[in-house]
């Protein structure tokens, strides 16, 4: 059981004391229990200098005349909500340091907010926009999605060059990023767009490095293809 799943099952230890009859003292078995585990929880994961498990301290009861009551037991459970969110954020902030900066700039804080089909529909959006701004800038013409991929980067006359087009393997490595852009448009950018969909956050994590990778595709297709934004 990982550190996430133990404060779920400390969460419902809670809920399931304040359904018992009568006054839950420091000597009812099912209290005992799980005071047990909560204190061995805390300082295995080391969150006895926190916040969170002082408000919680606060709220156990040790003396044999004293008994759990509502308000206790609900303050209790707010801290290990917030005690769930700080171990979900050691979880998962180490992936963000290989995020593209303008991705993360529009994704994360809808990330954090749990709101994973936005932030993966913005991180799309923004691939677009970028592309859409260099297409009208040094070509003229506005394209949208898919369309708009295959114009930047096509095999015959690219806007951004990702690998030169001279050999056969340089042609396949465009012509594959250029599907790879025009398939995310069409598979990934316009499903989250127009529908109502919901993703898991592993989902939301990949999906957030294949439009990382892209998003660094431009940078060196730009370098390459000696382009200003």
Known sequence: MDAIQEVDSLTKMVRELQKIPGRIECTTPQYRDFHDKL??????????????????????????????????????????????????????????????????????DRFAGELYADSIEAAFKEINSRIKKLVKKH??????????????????????????????????????YMEMFAGAMIGIRNPKAHANMTISKEDAIRELHFASLLMYKIDQAIQNSNVRE
């Open 139 to 176: 070509r003229n013409v506005e394209y949208d999605g898919a369309d708009l991929m295959r114009t930047c980067f096509s095999e015959k006359n690219p806007l951004l060059t990702i690998s030169e087009t001279k050999t056969e393997s340089g042609r396949n490595i465009q012509k594959g």
């Open 39 to 108: 204190t061995t929880f805390i300082y295995q994961h080391h969150f006895d200098e926190t916040e969170e498990w002082k408000i919680i301290k606060n709220n156990l009861i040790y003396r044999l005349n004293d008994y759990l009551v509502t308000g206790e037991a609900d303050r209790i459970l707010v801290q290990l909500e917030n005690i769930k969110r700080l171990l979900l954020t050691r979880k998962y902030e180490s992936f963000w340091k290989y995020i593209h900066p303008e991705i993360s700039k529009v994704t994360k």
